[in-house]
């Protein structure tokens, strides 16, 4: 059972947008900054997004970090069937003084 | 470039004792960052194992807190992952990463290619 709640699965048409929601709370997503990395079946995780927000040098602008509370989205235009992956966000539990993930969204493009 | 490559044996028995390295190149482990382990089972998520700071500061998982020891070694740039009393439930791929800490919300900065960990007699 993951400390950050993300649905299992997303799908959405090439070309169009996606958001990837992450569930946390006030001890954890609220206070603090939120990581989302993109992981190919069989390779390691990569970080797309850090504070929050930001994006890594060579992580194009389709990709956007938000939050409101104790949730953070993760947005995604412009779907290539190169972006199908499982999608993580992380950050810091402060509770726990502990990284915490979500289960993972898997993204299918059609 | 910061390179992180994860070795060590892929068996161990129920109830031994799981030890893994990781050898960093392109950044000193004593400046800046956390050292740290995430590991994945087939087909779930990602669990944060631990990490260390400047081979001395740590921080682990309350799960797994009782079994896990993180070291640095600055001498030879690696730092390593001990878990004890292993069971069928700690198979799985072990990645050994870079992390900011926790004022940055842990962030995973770079990932080893992982090594995976097969638990059985």
């Known amino acids: 059972q993951s400390v950050l709640t993300q649905s299992p699965s997303v799908s959405a048409a090439a070309g169009q947008k996606v958001t990837i929601s992450c569930s946390g709370s006030g001890s954890n997503i609220e206070n603090n900054y939120v990581s989302w990395y993109q992981q190919v079946p069989g390779t390691a995780p990569k970080l797309l997004i850090f504070?929050?927000?930001k994006r890594p040098s060579g992580i194009p602008d389709r990709f956007s970090g938000s939050k409101s509370g104790t949730s953070a989205t993760l947005g995604i235009t412009g779907l290539q069937t190169g972006d199908e992956a499982d999608y993580y966000c992380?950050?810091?539990?402060?509770?726990?003084?502990?990284?915490?993930f979500g289960g993972g969204t898997k993204l299918t493009v059609l | 470039q910061v390179e992180l490559q994860e070795s060590g044996p892929g068996l161990v028995k129920p109830a031994g004792t799981l030890s893994l390295t990781c050898s960093v190149s392109?950044?000193?482990?004593?400046?800046?960052?956390?050292w740290g382990w995430i590991r994945q089972p087939p087909g779930k998520g990602l669990e944060w194992i631990g990490a260390i700071y400047q081979s001395v500061i740590t921080y682990y998982n309350p799960s797994l807190k009782s079994r896990v020891i993180i070291s640095g070694d600055t001498s030879n740039n690696q730092f390593s992952l001990t878990l004890t009393s292993v069971t069928a439930a700690d198979a799985a791929t072990y990645y050994c990463?870079?992390?900011?800490?926790?004022?940055?919300?842990?962030?995973?900065?770079?990932w080893g290619k992982g090594t995976t960990v097969t638990v059985s007699s």
């Open positions: 504070d929050t927000n």
């Open positions: 992380g950050t810091w539990d402060n509770s726990l003084s502990a990284v915490v």
């Open positions: 392109g950044h000193s482990i004593s400046r800046n960052y956390y």
């Open positions: 990463a870079r992390s900011q800490g926790p004022a940055f919300g842990g962030v995973i900065v770079a």
